[in-house]
């Protein structure tokens, strides 16, 4: 069977698809930041 | 695995509704990436794990684990990856992201739960069940899971939908390797080195974190398409528009091809991965440089972790390209520039240039991340997108083979060369070398890639659900 749109899930309003979208981006950016910060400090060792 | 429920976790119920913004597709991604991405930051634990009886890691005790004991939980790992990866991926086309990325949470965060009692008990045939064996089935699905939705999301821009998510598997390493360090020293007075609560504490935060994946993700009706999208009415041989199955995919010699293309390109990658420590300190040492202007230790750690980087840069930057260039050129280019760059270090290495060495390296190891994040939009442009998952996740037993042949080369070169009383960068000569051609073989695979022929097309429409048995 071919599945159809979903009647019954959450729809994004338009109005909040911009904010859903930047908070999606921050929960995944900031650990990433963390990360490659922490990442770039340890490379700096090299250039010392 | 039954999956006739119409719960959360089917399929039909992640379908988007109209007006969903696609741009909430790839943190979904990468909240699974991020997080199985820790694997390849597993050498963290290296040095803790085998000095848990005699807590000092530079005098372990005799019932200490050995360092080739440890190793083997990872390369457990990387096998499971490649197998689940090829085992599930029919399933998880058929059942959808959202249930694949739960098991791959509940696999990798109960991996490291069940690795954690393996670490309490000193047992390490249970730490190589739950890190490697659980926790590589949970990064196996975790890695495909997002593959295929995205490049549905995006078929206008495959490479940087999947440059985006295999990203975030460059990038897990770079989080999990200072929170396992921190966590680590917590620890250290509550337990042996720390790390039996640091598996647990990472478990659960993985779990936690990959859950945003899991009940975010949505795929997109049969019919979507972006807005003001038109395919490319030029015709481009190597771009299909129609489908080929996993089953019917790996008939093909394309697969095979690419199997070999990214084996050579991951063997070759391991070979500048494993090295680049001590090639570097033994390369560019006090007694080559100079008194105190060798690269020491904490340099090389540096230059380990600038490599990560543009591992991970190169997973977007490199697959992104491949929108405009093309797979089949951009792998040309890896594996063309690839060969150049190979041969070069060692000539860089015994002439002391270290910042051309470096440059080098970096662009080496961009270009075998983006062999990575490039690899399942060319599947998508020869197979269709189907079942590209599937056929992606058999794609990547060439990943678990070069873990595996990689080291093994690597180790056994080098140390022939250093028995041979050869030392700095004379010692991984042939290394280099041997990769150089490894790419060269890679580079030819590339070279033969032609079309699907159209007797393995699917006839008439086709159906996720209809996707595997």
Known sequence: MTPKPNATAPAVAEGSAGGSTALAWLYVGVPLLWGVSQTFIKALALFK | ?469
């Open chain 2, 1 to 469: 695995m039954a999956d006739n429920s119409s719960g959360l976790l089917d399929r039909s119920r992640t379908i988007a509704p109209a007006g969903y913004n696609r741009w909430l597709v790839p943190p979904a991604a990468l909240a699974i990436h991020l997080a199985i991405g820790q694997a390849y930051a597993f050498s963290v634990f290296n040095k803790p794990l085998g000095s848990l009886i005699s807590g000092d890691p530079a005098h372990p005790a005799a019932t200490d684990w050995t360092p080739g004991q440890i190793g083997w939980t990872f390369s457990i790992a990387i096998v499971l990856l490649g197998l689940s990866a090829a085992v599930f991926g029919k399933w998880l086309e058929r059942v959808g992201p959202r249930k694949a990325m739960l098991a791959a949470a509940l696999c990798f965060g109960g991996g490291f739960l069940i690795g954690s009692y393996g670490i309490h008990l000193h047992n390490i045939w249970l730490l190589y069940f739950g890190y490697g064996f659980i926790g590589g089935i949970g990064l196996g699905i975790g890695y495909i899971s997002p593959v295929s939705t995205l490049i549905k999301w995006f078929p206008d821009r495959k490479g940087v939908a999947t440059g985006m998510a295999i990203m975030g598997f460059g990038g897990g390493a770079m989080i999990g390797s200072p929170l396992a360090a921190n966590l680590m020293t917590h620890f250290k007075g509550s337990a042996p080195q720390g790390v039996a609560p640091t598996f647990i504490v990472m478990g659960i935060i993985y779990l936690l974190f990959m859950q945003w994946g899991v009940w975010t993700i949505r795929v997109p009706a049969d019919d979507w398409k972006p807005a003001g999208y038109v395919p490319s009415q030029e015709h481009d041989a190597l771009i299909t528009t129609a489908n080929v199955s996993a089953d019917n995919a790996i008939k093909t010699h394309q697969f095979w091809l690419l199997w070999v293309v990214l084996l050579c390109n991951v063997t070759a990658g391991i070979g500048v991965l494993e090295t680049a420590s001590p090639l570097i300190q033994e390369t560019f040492s006090d007694a080559a440089m100079g008194v105190g202007k060798g690269v020491t230790a904490a340099a090389a750690a540096g230059f380990v972790g600038l490599l990560s980087l543009f591992n991970l840069l190169g997973r977007f930057f490199w697959s992104s390209a491949s929108d405009k260039i093309g797979r089949k050129p951009i792998y040309l280019i890896y594996f063309g520039l690839g060969v150049i760059l190979y041969a070069l270090i060692p000539t860089l290495g015994h002439n002391l240039q270290l910042t051309l060495f470096v440059i080098v390296a970096c662009l080496i190891i961009s270009m075998y991340g983006g062999g990575f994040s490039t690899a399942p939009a060319y599947l998508s442009d020869l197979f269709g997108k189907y079942q590209v998952g599937a056929i992606h996740g058999r794609l990547l037993t060439a990943w678990s083979t070069a873990g595996v042949l990689g080291p093994l080369i690597v180790h056994s070169l080098s140390e022939g060369r250093k028995a041979a009383g050869f030392t700095g960068a004379a010692a991984y000569q042939t290394v280099f070398y041997t990769m150089a051609g490894l790419l060269a073989v890679g580079f030819l695979a590339d070279l033969a890639v032609t079309a699907v022929n159209e007797k393995y097309y699917e006839k008439g429409p086709v159906t996720p659900e209809a996707g595997g048995h």
